[in-house]
């Protein structure tokens, strides 16, 4: 069936890196845009970023620019969030996400937490 | 950026009752409004896209509306299933989601 697997959370220090990886199953992966979303604890959701299918175009949340690099692999059906010089405010369950539909977020992973703390 | 705001941002209600949720962006999207219900500690699910669009698998009484800058989510007949947290997006420019509309039971 058609399912994102994320992986990769976990506690880690403010200044420094982690990445996550969405695996994705059940569908033509390399022909669809992804996304990652971030949800604070008790908080809303917050668009991190985008890739194109062909990852030929990304783009990012200002709150995000210049920290964090979105980029995939589609001999591997994956997507990966590159986290660097990480913030508390970096704290949160970070969905994958994509747009088969061609419209709005339609496949969601469960979600990976990261807590950045000292 | 465009800024998406929810009204209001909680909501009781009871089982039965027809509920109505605002999104206002703070430009025109045109019809590039999506609405998402999210439980506790799930990940958010898709109901409505493209302003008015009933997602498969959606149930009938979930209806989205508007254009522009002004939409609404309409649940016909409140469900016991229907208690959760709803979400507006805008995909017109990026993406901005709304602060969410917490509808709880009364």
């Known amino acids: 069936q058609v399912q994102l697997v994320e992986s990769g959370g976990g506690v880690v220090q403010p200044g420094r890196s982690l990445r996550l990886s969405c695996a994705a199953s059940?569908?033509?992966?390399?022909?669809?845009?992804m996304h990652w979303v971030r949800q604070a604890p008790g908080k809303g959701l917050e668009w991190v970023a985008v890739?194109?299918?062909?990852?030929?175009?990304?783009y990012y949340a200002d709150s995000v620019k210049g920290r964090f690099t979105i980029s995939r692999d589609n001999s591997k059906n994956t997507l990966y969030l590159q986290m660097n010089s990480l913030r508390a405010e970096d704290t949160a369950v970070y969905y994958c996400?994509?747009?088969?539909?061609?419209?709005?977020?339609?496949?969601w992973g469960q979600g990976t937490m990261v807590t950045v703390s000292s | 950026d465009i800024q998406m705001t929810q009204s209001p941002s909680s909501l009781s209600a009871s089982v039965g009752d027809r509920v109505t949720i605002t999104c206002r962006a703070s430009?025109?999207?045109?019809?590039?409004l999506n609405w998402y219900q999210q439980k506790p500690g799930k990940a958010p699910k898709l109901l409505i896209y493209?302003?008015?669009s009933l997602q498969s698998g959606v149930p009938s009484r979930f209806s989205g509306s508007g254009s522009g800058t002004d939409f609404t989510l309409t649940i016909s007949s409140l469900q016991p299933e229907d208690f959760a947290t709803y979400y507006c997006?805008?995909?017109?420019?990026?993406?901005?989601f709304g602060q969410g509309t917490k509808l709880e039971i009364k």
């Open positions: 996400a994509s747009d088969v539909g061609g419209y709005a977020f339609d496949i």
């Open positions: 890739i194109w299918y062909d990852g030929s175009n990304k």
């Open positions: 430009q025109s999207i045109s019809s590039y």
């Open positions: 997006q805008q995909s017109y420019s990026l993406y901005t």
């Open positions: 059940g569908f033509t992966f390399s022909s669809y845009g």
């Open positions: 493209a302003a008015s």
